[in-house]
Nanobody
Framework: QVQLVESGGGSVQAGGSLRLSCSAS????????MGWFRQGPGKEREGVAS???????KYADSVKGRFTISQDNAKNTLYLQMDSLKPEDTAMYYC??????????????????WGQGTQVTVSS
């Protein structure tokens, strides 16, 4: 069965760092590609980063150079290291599993499965 469980959110001041984790079932990681999405207050859900192809990564322009996505297949865990956080990064962050195209395009509409989300709040 598909299982996605996020952890690691919290509150931090601007310029700080957080590391999100997403524990997935082996069923999930062997059948779908993985990524992170977020939804800020009053905003649509948007793609943040993904692993569309093993060994390759994709980032939204707004987080390039600040966020790093990684996937540990031995632990079936997806990570998102977030550095130099800004107030505009405040959002609910979701781990996602879906097809290649959805992850390559960071397209929320085509995501198959979502985790429950973890809140990230960045204060100025």
């Amino acid at each position: 069965q598909v299982q996605l469980v996020e952890s690691g959110g919290g509150s931090v001041q601007a310029g700080g760092s957080l590391r999100l984790s997403c524990s997935a079932s082996q069923y999930t990681t062997t059948r779908y590609y993985m990524g992170w999405f977020r939804q800020g207050p009053g905003k649509e859900r948007e793609g943040v980063a993904s692993v569309p192809v093993p060994g390759r990564t994709k980032y939204a322009d707004s987080v390039k150079g600040r966020f790093t996505i990684s996937q540990d297949n031995a632990k079936n865990t997806l990570y998102l290291q977030m550095d130099s956080l800004k107030p505009e990064d405040t959002a609910m962050y979701y781990c996602a599993a879906g097809p290649y195209a959805a992850m390559w395009e960071l397209r929320a509409a085509d995501i198959r499965y979502w985790g429950q989300g973890t809140q990230v709040t960045v204060s100025s």
